[in-house]
């Protein structure tokens, strides 16, 4: 089983839709949650990181379930300039750091 | 935010011969840089954790001898890809931290796409 899981993709939606991104992860003690963003043949970028209590940052909210080992990443009211893939990534516990990837999920944004 | 430089974006050798690529941190000290790989439409996968002033730490599976990873500063990470081969061909990208703690954001350099011809 991969380390992080995430939906296959790709996600086609009209502007303005609502899109939710799912991730899984099997290390229960993973330690930091992030959401990246990655552009076509470019390096990821930090979109947010996923908090216990949840966290939102403008048209974007993300979720943590510890107990499913579960991280969602929802955009509302989705632009043309959010086409990109979303990466789930989380740090291992005991590590330096280490950011593992899940495989990304890919979104377009049609308008 | 803090930079991350890679170089070269773009190399293409021959097989059998060795790839050194950079990675700086311009404007903090990174005592950590990670180094990734990623094939076309795969996940970005850790190939190992550099350090500054010591060995580093390869993900089960990588190559060490093949993949030489030097930290010789706070700025600088450098990995060679030795002999390679066509199927060493991928987009090699490094990462480091800026701050102490593993909480902080890491930042990429802009990737290194590798064809070996």
């Given at each position: 089983?991969?380390?992080?899981?995430?939906?296959?993709?790709?996600?086609?939606?009209?502007?303005?839709?609502?899109?939710?991104?799912?991730?899984t992860y099997s290390n229960s003690?993973s330690?930091?949650?992030?959401?990246?963003?990655?552009?076509?043949?470019?390096?990821?970028?930090?979109?947010?990181?996923?908090?216990?209590?949840?966290?939102?940052?403008?048209?974007?909210?993300?979720?943590l379930n510890r107990a499913s080992q579960y991280i969602?990443?929802?955009?509302?009211?989705?632009?043309?300039?959010?086409?990109?893939?979303?990466?789930?990534?989380?740090?291992?516990?005991?590590?330096?750091?280490?950011?593992?990837?899940?495989?990304?999920?890919?979104?377009?944004?049609?308008? | 935010?803090?930079?991350?430089?890679?170089?070269?974006?773009?190399?293409?050798?021959?097989?059998?011969?060795?790839?050194?690529?950079?990675?700086?941190?311009?404007?903090?000290?990174?005592?950590?840089?990670?180094?990734?790989?990623?094939?076309?439409?795969?996940?970005?996968?850790?190939?190992?954790?550099?350090?500054?002033?010591?060995?580093?730490?390869?993900?089960?599976?990588?190559?060490?001898?093949?993949?030489?990873?030097?930290?010789?500063?706070?700025?600088?990470?450098?990995?060679?890809?030795?002999?390679?081969?066509?199927?060493?061909?991928?987009?090699?990208?490094?990462?480091?931290?800026?701050?102490?703690?593993?909480?902080?954001?890491?930042?990429?350099?802009?990737?290194?796409?590798?064809?070996?011809?």
């Amino acid at each position: 089983r991969k380390e992080v899981e995430q939906d296959p993709g790709p996600f086609n939606v009209p502007e303005g839709a609502t899109v939710a991104f799912n991730c899984t992860y099997s290390n229960s003690a993973s330690q930091s949650f992030f959401w990246y963003r990655q552009d076509c043949r470019k390096e990821p970028k930090l979109l947010m990181s996923v908090y216990s209590s949840g966290n939102e940052d403008g048209r974007f909210t993300a979720q943590l379930n510890r107990a499913s080992q579960y991280i969602s990443l929802l955009i509302r009211d989705s632009k043309l300039s959010d086409s990109a893939t979303y990466l789930c990534v989380v740090t291992r516990r005991g590590s330096q750091g280490n950011l593992i990837f899940g495989k990304g999920t890919k979104l377009s944004v049609k308008p | 935010g803090a930079v991350v430089s890679q170089h070269p974006s773009r190399v293409i050798c021959k097989s059998g011969t060795s790839v050194k690529i950079e990675c700086r941190s311009l404007d903090f000290q990174a005592t950590t840089m990670f180094w990734y790989r990623q094939f076309p439409k795969q996940s970005l996968m850790l190939m190992a954790t550099s350090n500054e002033g010591s060995k580093a730490t390869y993900e089960q599976g990588v190559e060490k001898d093949k993949f030489l990873i030097n930290h010789a500063s706070l700025t600088l990470s450098t990995l060679t890809v030795t002999s390679a081969h066509p199927e060493d061909s991928s987009f090699y990208i490094c990462s480091a931290r800026e701050g102490p703690t593993k909480y902080t954001e890491a930042f990429f350099g802009q990737g290194t796409r590798l064809t070996v011809v």
